[in-house]
Nanobody
Framework: QVQLVESGGGLVQTGGSLRLSCAAS????????RAWFRRTPGKDSEFVTA????????LYADSVKGRFTISSDNAKNTVYLQMNSLKPEDTAVYYC????????????????WGQGTQVTVSS
């Protein structure tokens, strides 16, 4: 049973920071790319960022570039999302996802998903 478990969400003021974590268990995730997506009510999942297994390739949505940073600790099967300079429009449920091999911006390309963690940015 593969599990991705997110943590670190919460309520923060505009301009603040949060660090999300996504821990994987149930199998070895060697050669798996990991990504973060977010969703708000009434909208489709929005790509946020992705990283390949080695960390040599990262992708970011234009809306978060320069503010968010994705990183990974493969020894812990964990991926992180450091979010700085948060804005009210960053409010969403954040999901981590994993897929074999390369990074992708498309939700259907990902095989495994976490349950999500709420991030709320107050103005």
């Amino acid at each position: 049973q593969v599990q991705l478990v997110e943590s670190g969400g919460g309520l923060v003021q505009t301009g603040g920071s949060l660090r999300l974590s996504c821990a994987a268990s149930g199998r070895a995730f060697a050669n798996y790319a990991r990504a973060w997506f977010r969703r708000t009510p009434g909208k489709d999942s929005e790509f946020v960022t992705a990283i390949n297994w080695s960390g040599s390739i990262t992708l970011y949505a234009d809306s978060v570039k320069g503010r968010f940073t994705i990183s990974s600790d493969n020894a812990k099967n964990t991926v992180y999302l450091q979010m700085n300079s948060l804005k009210p429009e960053d409010t969403a449920v954040y999901y981590c996802a994993a897929r074999f091999l390369g990074v992708s911006r498309l939700p259907p390309d990902y095989s495994y998903w976490g349950q999500g963690t709420q991030v709320t940015v107050s103005s």
